[in-house]
Structures are given as C-alpha cells and as structure tokens.
C-alpha cells in the first residue's frame, strides 16, 4: 500500500509562499511512483474537494485549475519519490487542507488530467492558512 505523507502547511500572510511537498513510500517492486500520475487536491472546511494540479509521470506535463494557475508550480523527483507544491502569492481563498493523491491506474507517459480523477491513495493532509 502506498503511503503518502504531506508537510509544510502553515500559516502565512497574503501574498506570501509556500512549499508543500509530498513523501511516497510503500510502492509496490516494479510499480515505481513514475508509473503514475500524481495530483494536488485541497479541501477548504464545508466545501468539496478541489482539484489544484496534477502531473504526468515525468514531470514534463503540469495542469493547473484556473484558481492558481500562474501562482503555483508542480514537480515531482521520481528518485527520491518526492513531489512538491511551490505556492507564491497565495491569497485568503487558498486557505485550505491540501492533499496529495495517486491515480488509482497506471497511466500513459503523457497523459495529465485538467480535475479530478480517481485516487487510490491520498495522505493525511497539510494545513494552509492565509490570513492577515
């Protein structure tokens, strides 16, 4: 069983930054994290989850939602099985807890999905807050 384990939510100010990142253990032998699509959702308290981003299997491919689009930036180091969320500017509305997710299926060198899409394993969350 995969097993993800987000950090480096905090608080910070309008218009500051942060970086989130995101540890992979527990893959299966032969099914390295690089076979699989990894997104960032986040979950802002009485709303859905909301897609942020996602990233194909190299990191050569990134979508992001509109919301954070020129903002935020995606990459991933499938040697150290490390992914990682740089947020600049963030703003009230990013406030949020934000999970990183597995695509639940292996999937095609250049295929990036622009939402949400089936996950198979997420980590506990990390806690962004931005507030003056």
């Known amino acids: 069983e995969v097993h993800l384990v987000e950090s480096g939510g905090s608080l910070v100010q309008p218009g500051g930054s942060l970086t989130l990142s995101c540890a992979a253990s527990?893959?299966?032998?032969?099914?390295?994290?690089?076979?699989?699509?990894m997104s960032w959702v986040r979950q802002a308290p009485g709303k859905g989850l909301e897609w942020v981003s996602s990233?194909?299997?190299?990191?050569?491919?990134?979508n992001y939602a509109d919301s954070v689009k020129g903002r935020f930036t995606f990459t991933r180091d499938n040697d150290k099985n490390i992914l990682h969320l740089q947020m600049n500017d963030l703003k009230p509305e990013d406030s949020a807890v934000y999970y990183c997710?597995?695509?639940?299926?292996?999937?095609?060198?250049?295929?990036?999905?622009?939402?949400?899409?089936?996950?198979?394993?997420r980590g506990q969350g990390t806690q962004v807050t931005v507030s003056s």
């Open positions: 997710a597995k695509s639940a299926s292996r999937n095609v060198l250049n295929y990036v999905p622009s939402g949400l899409v089936e996950y198979d394993s």
């Open positions: 990233i194909n299997r190299n990191g050569k491919l990134v």
């Open positions: 527990g893959l299966a032998r032969g099914l390295p994290l690089n076979n699989f699509v």
